[in-house]
């Protein structure tokens, strides 16, 4: 089945304690991207990859790391968590098909840090 | 700096009523603009997308209207069912990945 795996689904932290969330896709898709919603905001993108090896940031990128070192992973890292950082994050893969391109997202990780 | 507006951020219809969500975009380089539908609990998905070079673009029951010299587009849904209750989303972009999104519109269809 075509999917998008992130984990974990729910992360309680304390502020400044490390952490990542991974993210994983099975369609063999060039782009990959992350997204935070918030309550009034919408989805905010925060990186994006256009291939391996290659991210570029997105409207909130303050406070984030990305990698991209296989096609299929591109995990977020959180290297000092603070409690502005409590949010719904969203990652989402793609690839370019004909004229329609599509985003395909995971279910979501409920990040809350204390 | 919201670069894709969209309202109303919360909707009420009837069932069978007619549903319409807008937006508007600032970036005439833009040259993609898809909706995407999310339940509680689930990541979005794409519902309908359009391209600039039609101002209409319709899919069973959801239509994309687009004015390209307003620089907006919108979101109509005929005959709303419960079902459709769900938030949308509009976005805007050049390159998939790369797509800004509006706030949200949450659509309670009341049967």
């Known amino acids: 089945e075509a999917q998008v795996t992130q984990n974990p689904r729910y992360l309680i932290t304390v502020t400044g304690k490390k952490l990542t969330v991974t993210c994983s896709q099975n369609?063999?898709?060039?782009?990959m991207s992350w997204y935070r919603q918030d309550p009034g905001l919408g989805l905010r993108q925060i990186y994006y990859?256009?291939?391996?090896?290659?991210?570029d940031k997105g409207d909130v990128p303050e406070g984030y790391k990305v990698s991209r070192k296989e096609k299929r992973n591109f995990p977020l890292i959180l290297e000092s968590p603070s409690p502005n950082q409590t949010s719904l994050y969203f990652c989402?893969?793609?690839?370019?098909?004909?004229?329609?391109?599509?985003?395909?997202f995971g279910s979501g990780t409920q990040l809350s840090v204390l | 700096q919201q670069q894709v507006k969209q309202s109303p951020q919360s909707l009420i219809v009837q069932k069978g009523g007619i549903s319409i969500i807008n937006c508007a975009y600032e970036?005439?380089?833009?040259?993609?603009f898809p909706w995407y539908q999310q339940f509680p609990g689930k990541g979005p998905a794409l519902l309908i997308a359009?391209?600039?070079?039609?101002s209409e673009k319709k899919e069973g029951r959801f239509t994309i209207s687009f004015n390209k010299s307003a620089k907006q587009f919108s979101l109509h849904i005929m005959d709303s069912q419960p079902g459709d209750s769900a938030t949308y989303f509009c976005?805007?972009?050049?390159?998939?990945?790369?797509?800004?999104f509006g706030a949200g519109t949450r659509l309670t269809v009341k049967p």
């Open positions: 989402a893969s793609s690839s370019k098909q004909g004229i329609d391109e599509k985003l395909f």
């Open positions: 369609m063999n898709h060039e782009y």
């Open positions: 990859s256009m291939n391996v090896e290659v991210t």
């Open positions: 970036n005439t380089a833009f040259d993609y």
């Open positions: 359009i391209r600039p070079d039609v």
């Open positions: 976005a805007a972009g050049e390159v998939c990945p790369d797509m800004r």
